[in-house]
């Protein structure tokens, strides 16, 4: 009879340095995937018990405790529980505890041990706890807690062969029966008191403690400097984006362009080659352009994540957030949006209030993310002089700025809009854990970018790749007959429909371009690009700088500045992206909220266009 | 007979000691957060630092061997007294 792997679950308050225990114990061997009905992120990889035997280890979202406050953490009690669809219960868990933080992390150690699930401790961060003047025992620590406790260093691989035959031993004890529901003890003060007094009795030595992140602390805190210094670090954070991106987004053109030629050559013209060239390589190819532009937003934010640092950022952007009837914990979030609103909108699962988590999802799509940049810079190209209007600040970037400032300010208004109309709340809360500071490791950085990278192309693979195909069927069916005076696109489905919502859109100024353009960019905003580029019947197969610079020049002759004013307003505000509402479903669990995004967005979309380009007609650029 | 103060008007880098919290002030969710952070009766506390620019909120605040974020309105449900040295 062949047994299936036995399945270690690895659970632990947040910041006990779980993810990086996880990574050093499975290798690269890592499966990340969604719980079947759930954003949350389930991590699974193998890992080599002490006498070779192999186990499942998941890697559960950091808890404070089985009393659930967060979706995150309903999910940890779920699995530990077996309640949880598509995973079996575990037959073993591992709680990691950080040794420099016994007081509280012992508290959910003996939540979990109260199941009667073989446990082992990992007593991690020991190094840290020795750097800061603590001297634990995990011997006492083990009599004290009754179960095994394995000093570990992850990031340093101490202690992981002693944790691999202590878990071995452990699979073999009989899982727990009964009811196990009926076991958690939640929150009680005499669990804290117990805590406590355990973390009292194994702390052998105590001296100093915690200078380093104190004396960081005392500048990335201050009053006046910490706002300073995080103003600067986000400055640097965009101009990066798109300083770094220049060289790689050439490359990825490049072989996009070179692909496109091989199939050309190799293929027969026509139906087929048409739509693997134009239609796949043009399409995914547009969108995997920004591949390096969304790994360097992120690269950032992960450091400021492994580092702490975010938490800092989050506590000095609290008050002003306040201000808008959000908090602290929504600025991480939000600030994941300017790459995209989907990671973004995950992200909001550590708001704690849950009408607070709602207007941060709904103002989410308002920050400008990676894909409305191909529009814009487009768009600017052709219409915005490149002139200077002050040393060093060119007119085309400040407009870049003015579209990035409209999105932010948009987001603030709307937020408290949202707070005080509908999720009408008395105000938000703000309570988190600011961690100590760490280097973060290059390899756990480089495993999680290759996890974005990863999550992004298999996006580019399926929605894109669809729309691209989707979009390409409907602009050359059915064939324009013979000596028409009509255009392929004009005649086309896609054209048809487009003669369709032109008079909706003609009010504020918007052409039939652009009323055929908007609606494959649904499925992308990048994709509009595409489409006005194939609507100005230009070949589109061949290089995409000369198809941008074409398109541009294109533009410029065919449209009012007006117009184009118009276009951009728009997508500042337009919910073009079905994964971002496909998403907010998901999270909200409802069709009421995407539906009122959805809503919301498209008349804020409308409003602000019609504006400009009503009071752009009345300066005479119409 | 020692005084008392509210945890969001503790002075900067003192040792003091969580006395008595008003949790009939404090909403469910943020209470039972407040607790998984080690925030209890008996506590060791200390305040590190005061929030930026004028409002001075939040606050960060050691609780044990750990540093938190609290906002002074939840701060000050939260009764203090000096450490006994």
């Known amino acids: 009879m062949t047994k299936m792997p036995p399945v270690i679950a690895l659970v632990g308050n947040p910041n006990a340095g779980k993810t990086a225990l996880f990574n050093a114990l499975t290798g690269a061997r890592q499966k990340v995937a969604n719980y079947p009905g759930v954003t949350v992120e389930r991590k699974a990889g193998r890992m080599a018990l002490g006498d070779g035997r192999p186990a499942e280890l998941v890697d559960l979202p950091g808890a404070y405790s089985l009393v659930p406050d967060s979706l995150d953490e309903e999910v940890t009690r779920n699995v530990v529980l077996g309640q949880q669809p598509g995973q079996r219960r575990p037959e073993a868990l591992i709680v990691v505890v950080d040794a420099g933080n016994l007081d509280n992390h012992l508290r959910f150690t003996l939540e979990i041990i109260a199941l009667g699930f073989p446990v082992v401790v990992a007593l991690n961060m020991i190094d840290l706890a020795e750097r800061d003047g603590l001297t634990v025992s995990s011997e006492a620590l083990a009599d004290q807690l009754g179960v095994p406790v394995i000093e570990t260093v992850a990031v340093r691989k101490r202690g992981l062969e002693e944790l691999r035959e202590a878990i071995g031993t452990a699979v073999t004890a009989p899982e727990p029966q009964g009811d196990l529901a009926a076991k958690l003890i939640g929150d009680r003060k005499d669990i804290s008191d117990r805590a406590r007094d355990i973390a009292r009795s194994v702390v052998l030595n105590e001296t100093g403690g915690r200078q380093w992140t104190r004396r960081l602390d005392a500048v990335l805190l201050h009053p006046l400097a910490g706002p300073i210094i995080l103003f600067a670090l986000l400055f640097v954070m965009f101009q990066a984006v798109f300083a770094w991106s220049d060289a790689p987004i050439g490359w990825i053109e490049g072989a996009m362009e070179w692909l496109g030629a091989l199939v050309s050559s190799v293929l027969p013209g026509g139906l087929f080659q048409s739509l693997v060239v134009d239609g796949i390589i043009a399409g995914v190819g547009s969108v995997v352009v920004f591949l390096p532009q969304i790994l360097i937003l992120f690269f950032f934010i992960l450091i400021l994540e492994a580092t702490g640092y975010m938490t800092r950022a989050a506590f000095v952007m609290d008050r002003l957030m306040a201000y808008v009837g959000l908090s602290g914990h929504s600025f991480i979030p939000l600030l994941s949006s300017f790459a995209c609103a989907i990671p973004g909108i995950m992200a909001t699962r550590s708001v704690m209030d849950q009408k607070e988590r709602l207007t941060t999802i709904l103002v989410a799509p308002l920050m400008t993310c990676a894909a409305r940049l191909p529009v814009y810079t487009v768009i600017i190209g052709a219409f915005i002089p490149a002139q200077s209007v002050g040393p060093g600040v060119g007119l085309q970037g400040l407009v870049l700025f003015g579209l990035y400032l409209a999105g932010i300010v948009g987001a603030m208004l709307a937020a408290l809009a949202i707070r005080k109309g509908i999720t009408k709340s008395s105000g938000s809360s703000f309570l988190m854990e600011m961690p100590r500071f760490q280097m973060p490791r290059l390899r756990d950085l480089a495993l999680g970018l290759w996890q974005r990278a990863w999550v992004f192309l298999r996006r580019a693979g399926t929605i894109i790749f669809a729309a691209s195909v989707i979009l390409w069927a409907l602009l050359s069916f059915p064939n324009v007959p013979e000596g028409s005076d009509m255009s392929q696109a004009e005649y086309s489905v896609a054209g048809r429909i487009a003669g369709t919502i032109e008079p909706v859109v003609r009010p504020i100024g918007f052409n039939k371009d652009i009323a055929l353009a908007i609606i494959p960019a649904m499925a992308a905003r990048e994709v509009a690009v595409s489409a006005l580029a194939t609507a100005n019947a230009i070949d589109d197969s061949g290089d995409e700088d000369a198809v941008a610079q074409t398109l541009g020049q294109r533009l410029a002759g065919a449209w009012s500045l007006a117009t184009a004013l118009a276009f951009l307003a728009w997508f500042v505000f337009a919910p073009q992206c079905i994964s971002t509402i496909a998403v907010t479903k998901r999270e909200t669990n409802s069709w009421r909220w995407p539906i009122f995004m959805t809503v919301y967005l498209f008349a804020l979309a409308y409003i602000a266009a019609g504006i400009t380009y009503w009071t752009a007609v009345y300066f005479g650029l119409g | ?85």
Do not use: F, N
């Not at chain 2, 009939?24 to 998984?36: A, F, K, Q, V, W």
């Not at chain 2, 605040?61 to 449900?77: D, P, W, Y």
């Open chain 2, 1 to 85: 007979m020692p005084w008392l103060m509210k945890l969001d008007k503790l002075p900067l880098r003192e040792k003091w000691r969580v006395a008595a919290i008003d949790w009939s002030l404090i909403p469910d969710s943020e209470g039972h957060r407040l607790r998984s952070l080690g925030m209890d009766e008996g506590v060791a506390v200390e305040a590190l630092h005061r929030g930026v620019m004028l409002a001075r909120d939040p606050l960060a605040i050691r609780v044990g061997r750990m540093t938190i974020a609290i906002r002074r309105k939840v701060a000050a449900q939260i009764t203090c007294q000096p450490e006994q040295a």
